[in-house]
């Protein structure tokens, strides 16, 4: 099993992943915008997409399918929407600024939308609208990602895990925030299991047969040769809705390529013709509404958060002590790792060891 777990500060996780991006030649004030994006994640639990994809940028990075120094084009523009070029850069950068296009445009006119092409790993989903949430808006993003989720009934990965994520404020100390795939489970959870060294649970994934993969890290391998698939929310077939998670999966996909003539499926695989390492070429989309052009912003807030609080409330399943709210279990971590720190296991330790020392980031003394 994976060695001992150590925690770093926050602040140290922070600074380390800031001065890697900005090693790698990212701009100091892009370089932060990274670091804020996937600190995020980390800060929220999802360990699948913080510091533990850092490595991955890193690589991206040094063979240069991913560009360091972001170039935006404003494709085309009107009041109320716009679709950006994002010539491979970095896609935090990209996305904040594509989803504060979105807000100034809510602010003027009550809604905003963007769609990006040509962008690159945007990082946390639920990072984007948490932007429009702290200026009093709804937000919403999707993005298409290399092909993972086969159709119903199939078995060929074709679709990314294309997470559909969307927020409000409340009255409550946490917004509402549902921040998740339409498949089961993510490729960056599947990287987690493999660095913790775990299987991947059954009913995530299928081989060519439709028979379920269990080993975490020959799945991860087989999804790159496309001899593997995970599953989309609801799992194999139709029975307990599987053809809907498929059927969102398609609507990201849609969102994602079809409003900016950029590139879908197949052509995400980060691949040339010659099958050489290559920009991923993602598209995103990303929506804030302002509330007030509807009704009262407080008016809003109490009714989303007594909405919340009568889940809360309703009758449980016997032995359960709690039900949740979207968003909730991620302001309880938050306060936690701001005070314990982020965990570090074994494997994410020889991988922060590898960037530290080829960066010559000499001011960091890890305990590892």
């Known amino acids: ?49 913080g510091v533990g994809r850092l490595k991955m940028y890193y690589d991206r990075i040094k063979l240069k399918i991913q560009k360091p120094v972001t170039k935006i084009d404003v494709i085309k523009e009107t009041e109320t929407t716009a679709v950006l070029d994002g010539n491979h850069g970095m896609g935090q950068v990209i996305s904040t600024t594509a989803m504060k296009m979105a807000i100034q445009k809510a602010q003027k006119y009550g809604m905003g939308s963007v769609a990006v092409r040509n962008s690159t790993h945007y990082g946390i989903a639920g990072y984007y609208p948490l932007m429009a ?30 997470p559909l994520t969307f927020g409000v404020p409340t009255d409550e100390p946490f917004p509402f925030l549902i921040d998740c795939a339409t ?10 299991l493999d660095r ?22 020959k799945l991860l391998g087989d999804l790159v040769a496309g001899t593997a698939a995970l599953l989309p929310v609801g799992g194999a077939g139709e029975l307990l809705g599987g053809h809907k998670g498929y059927g969102w999966a398609v609507m990201v996909e849609i969102l994602s390529a079809a409003l900016t003539n950029g590139a879908f499926m ?12 290559a920009p991923y ?4 989309f990303f929506l804030a509404i302002n509330i007030e052009s509807f009704i009262g912003l407080d008016q809003f807030k109490k009714t989303a958060g007594s909405i919340m609080r009568a889940l809360r409330n309703s009758k449980k399943v016997p032995g359960e002590e709690r039900i949740y709210t979207a968003g909730e279990k991620e302001y ?19 991988n922060l060891l590898i960037m530290k020392n080829e960066l010559g980031l000499t001011g960091y003394d890890f305990p590892f």
């Not at 993972?148 to 078995?155: A, L, N, Y």
């Not at 197949?266 to 390492?277: A, H, I, Q, T």
């Open 1 to 49: 099993m994976a060695g001992k777990e150590v925690f770093l500060s926050v602040d140290t996780v922070r600074g380390f992943m800031a001065d890697v991006f900005t090693g790698l030649g990212v701009p100091g004030e892009e370089a932060e915008i990274c670091a804020d994006v996937l600190i995020a994640s980390d800060l929220r639990g999802i360990d699948s997409h």
């Open 133 to 162: 949430i702290a200026e009093g808006m709804i937000g919403l993003t999707v993005t298409n990602a290399r092909p993972s989720i086969p159709p119903t009934f199939g078995v060929t990965p074709s679709l990314g895990t294309n």
């Open 196 to 217: 913790a060294e775990k299987p991947t649970p059954e009913g995530w994934a299928i081989d060519q047969e439709g028979k379920p993969v269990t080993d975490t890290k």
């Open 332 to 350: 309880e971590m938050e306060k936690q790792r701001r005070k314990n720190g982020i965990p570090i296991n074994e494997n994410l330790q020889k």
């Open 281 to 284: 070429k993602l598209g995103h």
């Open 183 to 192: 498949s089961i489970s993510q490729r960056g959870k599947i990287e987690f």
């Open 266 to 277: 197949e052509d995400l695989k980060g691949k040339d013709k010659d099958g050489k390492p």
